[in-house]
């Protein structure tokens, strides 16, 4: 089973950067698509980002397009988020996931979820 491990969250100010990082030990990472989401108080887990088996292929929310960027390096099994241009609405619990099917935005295609790392964004 996999086991998923965020790190990066923080603290950043308006039109800061943050860069997060999902560790997945195991020999099987490179079979999974891996996907990031996030939930904020009050409010239900939405899709960022997310990356094929290969990385050839990647996916965005809208708002994240132009901002945000999704790596994975299947040699080290992680897979990253590097988020620009924060901004207040980013605030929320981000979330690693991955998934045995092909590439998705759907919550419900991912079979594991790792804990989530906070992303605050306030002056």
């Known amino acids: 089973q996999a086991q998923l491990v965020e790190s990066g969250g923080g603290l950043v100010q308006p039109g800061g950067s943050l860069r997060l990082s999902c560790e997945a030990p195991g020999r099987t990472f490179s079979s999974y698509s891996m996907g990031w989401f996030r939930q904020a108080p009050g409010k239900e887990r939405v899709f960022v980002a997310a990356i094929s088996r290969s990385g050839s292929r990647t996916l965005y929310t809208d708002s994240a397009k132009g901002r945000f960027t999704i790596s994975r390096d299947n040699a080290k099994n992680t897979v990253d988020l590097q988020m620009s241009y924060l901004r207040p609405e980013d605030t929320a619990v981000y979330y690693c996931?991955?998934?045995?099917?092909?590439?998705?935005?759907?919550?419900?295609?991912?079979?594991?979820w790792g804990q989530g790392t906070q992303v605050t964004v306030s002056s």
């Open positions: 996931a991955a998934g045995r099917a092909a590439i998705s935005e759907s919550v419900s295609t991912y079979n594991y």
